[in-house]
């Protein structure tokens, strides 16, 4: 898949209404701290990251639930799609395995579930399903792409993802 119909793709996703943009914003801190205890405690953890960055990784959950909020209050499929790319090729980079997103995103919309109201999870898990889906074809596009020449941090920026 091309980074142009990633884009296409994310275009179809409907920003989330005011309200459920508000409860994610609030919720978001203890969502991040849960998920990162969740993540911590996983029994499959090892296969997703090294013991070394497991506080990177806190960090990595305190930015996504950040940049999601953000995502949720003002959508742009762009920066949503650049964002989860440079995220995804710089964490692999750095010794974290594809499967951890498919661990960290699959036990987030599990806690969303549970934590957020019903509609709220209906607005919202359209986009963490849109990550799920696409993330072999974030992994498989060329690392020298023009495509992440919006970001140029390091893991532990502000970009989340």
């Not at 090729?89 to 599990?110: C, F, I, K």
Request: hydrophobic residues 35%; contains cysteine.
């Amino acid at each position: 898949m091309t980074k142009d119909v990633l884009l296409r793709h994310a275009k179809q996703l409907q920003q989330p209404g005011p309200e459920a943009a508000a409860e994610f914003d609030s919720a978001k801190t203890g969502l991040a701290e849960e998920v990162s205890n969740i993540m911590d405690s996983h029994p499959r953890r090892s296969d997703c990251y090294p013991d070394a960055l497991r506080e990177l990784m806190r960090t990595n959950h305190v930015n996504h639930f950040e940049f999601m909020s953000s995502v949720f209050q003002l959508y742009d499929p762009q920066v949503l799609t650049e964002t989860v790319g440079w995220v995804l090729q710089t964490y692999m980079a750095r010794g974290v395995q594809l499967e951890y997103w498919r661990v960290m995103l699959r036990e987030s919309l599990q806690l969303f579930e549970r934590r957020l109201r019903r509609e709220t999870y209906g607005e919202i898990e359209p986009f963490y399903r849109w990550m799920l889906d696409h993330l072999d074809d974030f992994a498989a596009l060329p690392k020298d792409s023009d495509f992440w020449t919006l970001h140029s941090g390091t893991p532990g920026d502000a970009h989340g993802g």
